[in-house]
């Protein structure tokens, strides 16, 4: 259900299995919505943008969500009030058809065979209370299933692997020790979401240390550490791993030359880009056109 102060960009998948969906919301105004339907199915959420409130009338539950985060639910039928407080809000997505979910994590660890057990019994429930942040992980295979160049039946397949693939890095996420050694409130924590936000936007010439230190207004030693704490890799290895990907995506998915592809990854020449490339893939990035290897 949409309404005039929201303009909705989607992108979906629908396999036999599962059903994966891509949404970006552009709000106008703040303000509160409903959204419901009668369907029955386990669903693995992964915010990507945005601040928002949302009440879950099935699960009887509130949650404040900014920056990314994950969770998996299930219900019989939904009932959603979302509360932007952010002009933009985008969302990932991936809804389980219910028999199929307890046939993969009834073989899973405690948390996923915990949640099956509630999903056989037909009770609304949710794996965690405590929403997780993603991961780079996480965060890498949503990329890969965004911009896949597979196509018909072998696309297929490789959404389905990838599906299952993040339920497993969720399930893993969620085992994890709870404890944070070094960000312990909540507004520190948005900080770091903020921080992660500023390098994606400006991947090609991120801020340093001290300037980002400064920008989102925490210290450099909680920058360093909280972000590893939080993200599971350093500012550094972010800024790394994103710039890779963006230029495997480019190379991939555009005309554009190493050279330029290189310079839009904010490295200062081609040459230092084709070593780093060639790195992290095993192939130069001439070569990567024509390599097996569709993915990104």
């Known amino acids: 259900m949409t309404s005039e102060n929201e303009i909705i960009t989607s992108k979906k998948w629908e396999l036999d ?10 709000y106008k105004t703040f303000g509160s919505y409903v959204s419901k339907n009668n369907s029955e199915s386990v669903r693995l959420h992964f915010g990507l943008s945005g601040n928002y409130n ?28 979302v509360s932007n407080k952010s002009k933009r809000i985008e969302t990932f997505g991936i ?13 899973g660890n405690e948390s996923l065979k915990k949640l099956a057990d509630k999903v056989i019994l037909n009770e609304n429930a949710i794996l965690s209370n405590e929403w997780r942040p993603n991961n780079f992980k996480i965060q890498q295979v ?9 196509t018909n039946e072998l696309k ?31 507004s520190d924590k948005q900080k ?37 704490e939080l ?25 554009l030359s190493a050279k330029e592809i290189a310079y839009k990854a904010g490295y ?13 893939f095993g192939t130069t990035p001439d070569s990567i056109r024509n390599y097996p290897d569709r993915t990104i």
């Open 156 to 186: 297929n397949l490789f959404l389905l692997s990838k599906s299952i693939e993040l339920l497993v890095l969720q399930a893993e996420l969620y085992e994890l020790s709870t404890t944070n050694k070094f960000i312990k409130s909540n």
């Open 268 to 280: 200062s020449s081609p040459q230092h880009f084709s070593k780093a490339f060639k790195k992290e």
């Open 17 to 26: 299995k599962i059903s994966i969906s891509h949404n970006i919301i552009d």
């Open 54 to 81: 949302f009440k879950y009338k099935q699960l009887n539950s509130s949650f404040d969500l900014v920056g990314s985060h994950n969770n998996i639910m299930y219900s019989k039928g939904i009932e959603i009030e």
């Open 142 to 150: 949503i990329n890969e299933i965004l911009y896949a160049q597979y």
């Open 192 to 228: 770091l979401f903020e921080a992660k936000e500023v390098l994606t936007l400006q991947i090609d010439n991120p801020p340093t240390i001290s300037q980002l230190s400064k920008i989102i207004g925490l210290n450099e030693y909680k920058l360093k550490k909280g972000f590893k």
């Open 231 to 255: 993200f599971g890799t350093t500012v550094f290895g972010y800024i790394h791993n994103n710039r890779m990907h963006l230029a495997k995506r480019l190379l991939l998915g555009t005309d």
């Open 95 to 107: 809804n389980f058809d219910t028999d199929f979910f307890i046939h993969i994590a009834q073989n």
